[in-house]
């Protein structure tokens, strides 16, 4: 848990920012996870499972994930997105098209100026990462912020406010 997200959410939404929340994924008892997660975010915002390998915690396997996900929308009504690296989640989920994460908006990672490759289960990404502010494609900063990631959005502002639950 951030210790500092309730202030970090105000400051950026007091700046005129898009603001979301993540969880990033460990093993082990996904409800729990969600329960946590959803009393300390807002879950109102923009919602993402972080499903990744997690050396500290241990990773959450693609059953925890779709647990988590199903959780998520019994408790909210909604969808999380799913961010992913392209070859963790591609490895996941494999051809697999039957999975509760295709109801999830696919933001994916990879470092590069080609597209990702997108598992089967969904049309298209919503977001691609493609540098972590060191790797990937320039430019890795953004002018008063510095280093830092940076994301393409598969649409126009329309979209994206949408997508932040601003239409």
Request: charged letters at 25%; a negative charge.
């Amino acid at each position: 848990m951030d210790a500092e997200y309730a202030d970090r959410r105000r400051a950026a939404l007091s700046a005129g920012l898009l603001f979301g929340s993540y969880h990033f994924a460990a093993t082990g008892d996904p409800e729990r996870q969600v329960d946590h997660y959803l009393d300390t975010a807002d879950s109102t915002e923009l919602m993402v499972l972080d499903f990744e390998p997690n050396a500290q915690e241990g990773t959450m396997t693609l059953a925890e994930a779709e647990t988590f996900v199903r959780r998520i929308h019994d408790r909210t009504g909604r969808f999380p997105g799913l961010y992913s690296g392209e070859s963790f989640i591609n490895d996941q989920l494999g051809n697999n098209t039957g999975t509760i994460l295709k109801e999830c908006f696919l933001w994916i990672a990879k470092f590069s100026a080609n597209p990702p490759r997108i598992p089967p289960a969904f049309p298209t990404f919503t977001l691609w990462q493609y540098t972590d502010g060191s790797a990937g494609p320039q430019p890795h900063a953004v002018p008063g912020v510095g280093r830092c990631d940076r994301d393409k959005f598969n649409g126009d502002e329309a979209g994206l406010r949408k997508l932040f639950g601003l239409s």
